[in-house]
């Protein structure tokens, strides 16, 4: 089964098929902080977030949407020829914020020139009724996904990561979304601290039955000046090699029923941030391996789902 030149479902397929044309995504950073950093749930964040909320490739959350958009389009543009854009908020708790707010900042983003929607990643304890009801509005008008970083189903490793919410606070949003009528996005990391590949692929066959438009699977890298840096030093924990995690990556993919989106395969980290794996700073590397990885096996996405 294939997605033009690819055996998985992927986001630029699927931009390609709505829009007619390639469609890039633009990271915002919207200002916004997190419960896990601001004290109601705790103050240093999920273990491996870094001081930019995991939002190393966003703008300067200083500077306003309209002009965080305007510098994103002038960088990408030397890489892409387009005018059709999502604005992705993606620094930190998108919807951890009053109603008015999130409105405001979300309608900044919408009314700049070539904005087809919004990409919000978010986490599933920061998303109340009144936001749903934003989001309801938004998507009758615009293109919209609502990204949940829900990384594990496991109990014991959302507590290492301190992710600091439960599986049913996930469930009960998802709902929402749903009976809202708006697409989800699911966050899993490969790789997490001390879990195994069989438990991994317990996370991906949960959400493979559940009602998500896409997923983000994660590498998990290890950044500087953050806790997972630390505790990794601490624990030395298992790194995947590449090789390992090409092929666990493919066994994902095959688990994955092809309706879904595939907006994510691996990890992003800068040069001068990147403690380990050092391999996955060559991305188009990681990314042609899984492709011959997949044809060797004559595999493809959702190719075990019965």
């Known amino acids: 089964m294939l997605w033009k030149d690819k055996r998985y479902h992927t986001l630029n397929y699927e931009m390609k098929k709505i829009f007619g044309e390639k469609t890039i995504k633009l990271s915002i950073n919207g200002g916004f902080t997190c419960p896990n950093r601001d004290g109601t749930i705790g103050t240093k964040g999920c273990l491996f977030c870094s001081e930019k909320g995991s939002g190393e490739f966003a703008g300067n959350g200083q500077t306003s949407i309209k002009n965080q958009i305007k510098q994103q389009k002038d960088f990408l543009s030397k890489k892409w020829k387009t005018n059709s854009y999502i604005a ?69 490793t959302a507590e290492i990561i301190r992710r600091g919410y ?50 983000k699977l994660h590498l998990m890298h290890v950044l500087k000046n953050t806790d997972l840096e630390e505790y990794y030093y601490n624990t030395n924990f298992k790194i995947f090699e ?33 403690v380990t794996p050092r391999w996955s700073l060559d991305k188009l590397k990681v990314l042609s391996d899984i492709d011959k990885e997949l044809k060797t096996r004559n595999s493809w996405q959702g190719k075990l789902v019965v």
């Open 88 to 156: 992705y908020f993606q620094s930190y708790t998108n919807t951890y914020a009053p109603v008015e707010i999130l409105k405001k900042k979300y309608y900044e983003a919408l009314n700049c020139e070539g904005i087809k929607g919004l990409a919000i990643a978010t986490r599933p304890d920061c998303i109340n009724d009144e936001t749903i009801k934003l989001l309801k509005e938004i998507n009758k008008n615009y293109f919209l996904w609502v990204e949940l970083g829900l990384q594990t189903i496991h109990h014991k």
């Open 166 to 215: 439960d599986l049913n606070v996930f469930e009960k949003t998802l709902n929402k979304l749903n009976n809202a009528g708006i697409k989800a996005v699911v966050h899993l990391i490969i790789g997490l601290p001390n879990e195994t590949n069989e438990q991994i692929l317990q996370s991906v066959n949960y959400i493979s039955n559940k009602n998500i438009w896409g997923v």
């Open 242 to 274: 590449k090789n390992e995690y090409v092929s666990l990556l493919c066994d994902c993919l095959e688990k994955l029923p092809p309706k879904i989106v595939i907006h994510r395969v691996t990890g992003d980290g800068k040069k001068s941030d990147l």
